[in-house]
């Protein structure tokens, strides 16, 4: 909402422009699922892990993809859960 006189073309376009927003927000919000936890304060390991990070949500949303035939959906068929645990199988022995 806006008190300025604002043409609707204008309108229109800060309102796809929004909409883009949104779906930005809620990626680094998925991004959050592979974040490895760390107590380090290096910056160096800090931002490996960001992009390893990244680089899993990128793989997640490409089998989301794969598995919806080349369309992206609306609701994603492979769950973050799911995919942690095909990608990230963890042994600890």
Same mark, same amino acid.
């Given at each position: 909402?806006?008190?300025?006189?604002?043409?609707p073309?204008t309108?229109? !376009?800060?309102?796809?422009a929004?909409?883009?927003?949104?779906?930005?927000?809620?990626?680094?919000?998925?991004?959050?699922?592979?974040? =490895?936890?760390t107590?380090?304060?290096?910056?160096?390991?800090?931002?490996?892990?960001f992009?390893?990070?990244?680089?899993?949500?990128?793989?997640?949303?490409? !089998?989301?993809?794969?598995?919806?035939?080349?369309?992206?959906?609306?609701?994603? =068929?492979?769950?973050?859960?799911?995919?942690?645990?095909?990608?990230? =199988?963890?042994?600890?022995?």
């Amino acid at each position: 909402m806006t008190n300025l006189d604002v043409e609707p073309e204008t309108a229109r !376009a800060y309102a796809a422009a929004f909409r883009r927003r949104w779906g930005i927000e809620t990626s680094y919000r998925q991004i959050g699922d592979f974040l =490895p936890r760390t107590s380090s304060s290096t910056f160096s390991v800090r931002l490996f892990y960001f992009l390893v990070a990244v680089s899993l949500y990128n793989l997640w949303v490409l !089998a989301n993809v794969l598995l919806s035939n080349g369309t992206i959906p609306k609701k994603p =068929p492979l769950s973050t859960r799911i995919f942690r645990l095909f990608v990230l =199988p963890t042994d600890y022995g």
